[in-house]
């Protein structure tokens, strides 16, 4: 199975202070997505980015929530002012190479508000 | 509007015994994918299966084996002979072709433990 890579694993915060989080979907990929999974529940979408755009956000993705591609195979998630309700497991994922429907998700990173 | 049911929040089997996970999915659209994947306890998001909406034929894949029926929209995952690396908890999920994007919309997941 192709890899997604994100960094860090585990990023802990205070509380107002600005997070990013990086992701290396897989190569020469167009699309690729943000993630969020509260800790029980269930995986729930954040924003779609192709070709270097935001192609789909959702209610959750407010102002608060940024995505960028700083260099030709990163792409960054940044929080704002975080708040204690975005500790979460954040996840990018990536349709295969070569294209197709499924999606191959990162290994996750654990953001932890305190 | 697009939604993902899965009923069972936890089931607990003895090892070697089936195991039924139940999807049920909401769309409108005609053309559509649904997928599952499982999560481990290390966290991370293993892509399981892909079914496309005019495929209904069954598929088998070693001891899993997944159920399309479009007719009572499910979308049903079963393993045969569970093991206990079957333990994790399993997410059936929705992709609308309308949506242009791909984004998922994930079910609740259903958490299975299998026991020795």
């Known amino acids: 199975e192709p890899e997604v890579t994100q960094t860090p694993s585990h990023q802990v915060t205070q509380m107002g202070q600005e997070v990013i989080l990086r992701c290396v979907p897989i190569?020469?990929?167009?699309?690729f997505y943000w993630y969020r999974q509260i800790l029980g529940q269930k995986v729930e979408f954040l924003v779609s980015?192709?070709?270097?755009?935001?192609?789909?956000k959702s209610e959750i993705f407010d102002d608060q929530f940024s995505v960028e591609r700083p260099d030709g195979s990163n792409f960054t998630l940044k929080i704002r002012s975080t708040k204690l309700e975005d500790s979460a497991m954040y996840f990018c994922?990536?349709?295969?190479?070569?294209?197709?429907?499924?999606?191959?998700f990162g290994p996750g990173t654990r953001l932890t508000v305190l | 509007a697009q939604k993902v049911t899965q009923a069972q929040t936890e089931i607990s089997v003895v090892e070697k015994e089936d195991v039924t996970l139940d999807c049920v999915y909401e769309?409108?659209?005609?053309?559509?994918?649904l997928f599952w994947y499982k999560q481990p306890p290390s966290g991370e998001l293993v892509f399981l299966i892909r079914?496309?909406?005019?495929?209904?034929q069954n598929e088998i894949s070693g001891r899993y084996s997944w159920n399309f029926q479009k007719s009572t929209s499910s979308f049903n995952f079963t393993i045969t002979a569970s093991q206990v690396v079957d333990s994790a908890v399993y997410f059936c999920?929705?992709?609308?072709?309308?949506?242009?994007?791909?984004?998922?919309?994930f079910g609740q997941g259903t958490t299975l433990q299998v026991k020795p």
């Open positions: 994922a990536s349709p295969p190479e070569g294209g197709g429907d499924e999606q191959f």
């Open positions: 190569s020469n990929h167009l699309y």
């Open positions: 980015f192709y070709n270097n755009e935001i192609s789909e």
């Open positions: 769309t409108r659209d005609t053309t559509y994918y």
């Open positions: 079914r496309n909406s005019f495929d209904e």
């Open positions: 999920a929705l992709s609308e072709v309308t949506s242009n994007t791909g984004k998922l919309i």
